[in-house]
């Protein structure tokens, strides 16, 4: 399946998910809860990187034990997926972190890059794309773009906390080969772009309206 959607049931997504939706949670701890979200969903979205046999000395005797064979290249969409890097580099000390910088464009909601650093080649490294809100999947489509230009290989795998099934749709239709970790599917669109119920804007809740 080129779009694959793995919905993270678990207790603790599902308990920060309802204060990052809460209209009343200060922006302290909705940064705090999208991050346990992160950490979760990052969690899962990890479980079959590649990894290589090798031997560890414990102080007793030699172990068998495990590496990753490679490391990930993280990809945070600002400004919003900025609050997954910090779970993210603590489960992946020492992954590359790379940064695009899409605004939509708030009459026509298609997407422009105002940061874009990047690797220069991704081939043979898995990417993992960090942004909390898939709404008409615009932002994300662009991203993988740069990202395929670079030679990411497939599938690219994204976290968000919340995914709308219109955004979903088009990035089927738009044929890309992507493994989408999320904590729910929500509703609809609204007629401003915006995903019902949803969380209203998480770039704004997390850093105010000053972007
Ligand atoms: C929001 C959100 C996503 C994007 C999703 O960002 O954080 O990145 O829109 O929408 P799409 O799927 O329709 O592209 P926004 O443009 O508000 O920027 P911000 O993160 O700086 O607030």
Known sequence: ??????????????????RIRDKETPDALFRLNLERIGTL??????????????DVETPLTTAPAKRLSVQPVLVPI???GLGFVHAAQELMPVADVGF???????????????????????????????????ATGGSLAYTIQLLLERGAPAPITVVCALAAPEGIQRLADDG?????FTAAIDDHLNDQAFIVPGLGDAGDRQFGTGG
């Open 176 to 180: 890309y080969d992507l493994e989408i």
């Open 100 to 134: 695009v910088g899409v605004a939509r464009n708030e009459e026509t909601f298609e997407p422009h890059a105002y940061v874009n650093k990047l690797p220069d080649s991704l081939a043979g490294r898995p990417v993992i794309v960090l942004d909390p809100m898939l």
């Open 78 to 80: 600002l400004r919003a």
């Open 1 to 18: 399946m080129p779009v694959e959607v793995h919905l993270v049931d678990h207790p603790l997504v599902a308990d920060s998910l309802r």
């Open 41 to 54: 969903l990052i969690a899962a979205a990890t479980e079959n990187l590649p990894t290589e046999d090798v």
